[in-house]
């Protein structure tokens, strides 16, 4: 058995994007295994894999690790991106949560109703622009470093830089009164682990396209 980690999921975004491009950053490699219809997550479910019948799954270590947040801190942790001390690791911790809230904003838009996409939309852009980009844009200004936290490359800014990026596919221009998160998305993205996953044909997913949502929707619902 190879000893990669292995990830089950669709073939798209969703969940496990964000652990995704963790993995990426550390320079860790790592297969995939993709649920195509329903019967595909049963069979999961029947065997015993899924803690709580339900995914993300990765399996690490000797592991099959559920749930998000915890398969994102134990990478994290693995990887010497988590901070070096409890203070720097809380700090992260609280970014970190901000960004999977406005995450789950941007996840979720395309699945949105026709009738509720645009009332979606409009509170996405007014999250992103008045509540959480203005927090990172201060924090960048206020201690004049490279990174979000002590100085040195963590989570999140792995993070913060998937969600400058989803936001702009959602909203070209949305950066636009945020100079310095303009030059954090450009510095992330040149470590050399982050430009490896970012050049096409690397496992980063495309955006959820309309006429994918009832295939994910079966696998799932």
Known sequence: MSGKPKLHYFNGRGRMETIRWLLAAAGVEFEECFLETKDDLIKLQKDGSLMFQQLPMVEID????????????????????????????ALIDMYVEALMDLNELLMSYPFQPADKKEQHFANMVDKATNRYFPVFEKV?????????????????DVHLLEILLMAEEDKPGILAKFPLLQSFKARISNIPTIKKFLQPGSQRKSPVLEEDVPKVLKIFY
Do not use: P, W
Request: proline share 0%; charged share 30%; net charge positive.
């Open 140 to 156: 960048l200004k206020d201690h004049r470093q490279d990174f979000l936290v002590g100085n040195q490359f963590s989570r999140a």
């Open 62 to 89: 000797g592991m099959k690790m559920v749930q998000t947040r915890a398969i994102l801190n134990y990478v994290a942790a693995k990887y010497n991106l988590y901070g070096k001390d409890l203070k720097e690791r």
